[in-house]
């Protein structure tokens, strides 16, 4: 029977993801105060440290000096242990299967970021780290006649990984972010991305974040 030389599989035992990209997007509950005091300390310390001062990736808009996590405010702190919590996660998430426990030591670099209405941000990289992330804090009231309007966007590195003849897959080689308040993003350091430009009323507030890892012998 010709069948039997062409039977039904499972498609799913013969695949292997090589070449995997993991990015994460977690949504933090309660985060309605957090934000609010989030919000309240940056804009305080954009006044205090003036207008541009650190230029990075950010074509117009204003960034922070790069020691935000250090920041007394009790609202930075809290920040701060969500950032470690999603590191640790996916770092045990990945060595799941390896039998073993692992322990590791997370170094931190953190900093502001506020757009208004025209300000982006320009396709880049975060070098010298493993992973890299942002928590977003407010999106401003949005053009929503705009489109992409202060959304990230990520870009496969891979050269002609945009050879792709069908689109709505995990091998589309841009995908879209939506700077939803209390969302965390979290993605290799290497990953291309960019802010499209925020047009509207009000300030797009996010922090960003790099983060080192050390396992613990
Ligand atoms: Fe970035």
Known sequence: MADDLVPDFDIRKSIFMQFATHVVSHDWPNSDAL??????????????EGKNNFVRSNAGGWQSSGNLITWKEPCIDDLRRRIEKLVTNLLQELIRDMGKNRSFELYIDSWANINRSGDY??????????????????????????????????????????????????????????????????????????VHPHVGEGERISIAFNVNVRERT
């Open 35 to 48: 934000n609010a005091e989030l919000r309240e300390v940056v804009m305080a310390r954009e006044a205090e």
């Open 121 to 194: 941000n320009v396709v880049h990289t975060h070098p010298n780290c493993m992973f890299s992330g942002v928590y977003y804090v407010t999106r401003g009231n949005p053009d929503s006649g705009v489109p992409h309007g202060g959304l990230l966007e990520m870009l496969d590195p891979r050269e002609a990984a945009n050879y792709i003849q069908v689109t709505d897959t995990v091998l589309d080689a841009r995908v879209f972010f939506e700077n939803k308040p209390g969302r965390m993003l979290l993605w290799p350091s290497w990953v291309k991305h960019m």
